[in-house]
């Protein structure tokens, strides 16, 4: 697993936040402030999400659990994605974690960097999230009922509050309706019901 359960829930509970069903406020690493456009549209320019804007890989981009979403994966380097993306349009920051969203793609990645106040060289790609409802393929998407994630992937062994974990590495966010709000995208794990066997020092070496 990526780390202690309480941190994948801490991490997908901010990831979740201003999903694509409503306009929030973006700051841009460059200090700008702006407001993210409705669920309808794509970027600042009104392109509608899935519509061919000119930016490799804005169609159908593939939501593979445990893996990646489109062009972008678990352990991608943050600034090789930038050298074929550009920068991102959103970068929060909270202690060495960044989320950092790209509207035309309707992709946020989380990173994890050694520095605290931007993207270290060596920062790279440890979950993702959708932040559009169009767009994408998969096993589940955003939109859907609950009872058709249900019977594509099956009940959730893992359910907090409105955020299903599937030990595969795909977590379901649904709003309060029960309609998919959000697609994210982890490292597989091992669900276990007993803590693991202590190992004594000496067996250890």
């Known amino acids: 697993m990526v780390g202690p359960r309480s941190l994948l829930v ?61 062009p972008a994966a678990i352990g991608d380097g943050y600034w090789d994605f930038v050298g074929e ?46 932040k559009a409802f169009d767009g994408f393929s998969g096993p589940v998407l955003p939109g859907m009922t609950m009872q058709e994630v249900e019977t594509a992937i099956g009940v959730s062994p893992d359910p907090v509050d409105l955020t299903h974990f599937y030990p595969s590495g795909i977590g379901v966010v649904y709003a309060g309706n029960e309609t998919v709000m959000q697609i994210t995208i982890f490292p597989a794990f091992t669900i276990r019901t007993e803590p693991p066997e202590m190992v004594s020092y000496g067996d250890a070496r």
């Not at 841009?28 to 890989?57: M, Q, R």
């Not at 929060?92 to 520095?115: K, N």
């Open 85 to 130: 993306y550009g920068e991102p349009d959103s970068l929060i920051a909270y202690r060495r974690t960044f989320f950092a969203t790209w509207t035309e793609l309707g992709v946020e990645l989380v990173v994890t960097s050694s520095d605290d106040l931007t993207p270290s060289a060596d920062a790279e790609v440890i979950a993702l999230g959708t």
């Open 10 to 70: 801490f991490v997908f509970g901010l990831l979740s936040c201003g999903g694509p069903e409503e306009p929030r406020t973006k700051t841009s690493s460059s200090g700008l402030t702006a407001t993210d456009p409705s669920p309808d549209e794509g970027a600042e320019t009104g392109t509608p999400v899935g519509e061919d804007t000119g930016v490799p890989g804005t169609q159908g981009l593939a939501i593979e659990p445990g893996l990646g979403i489109g």
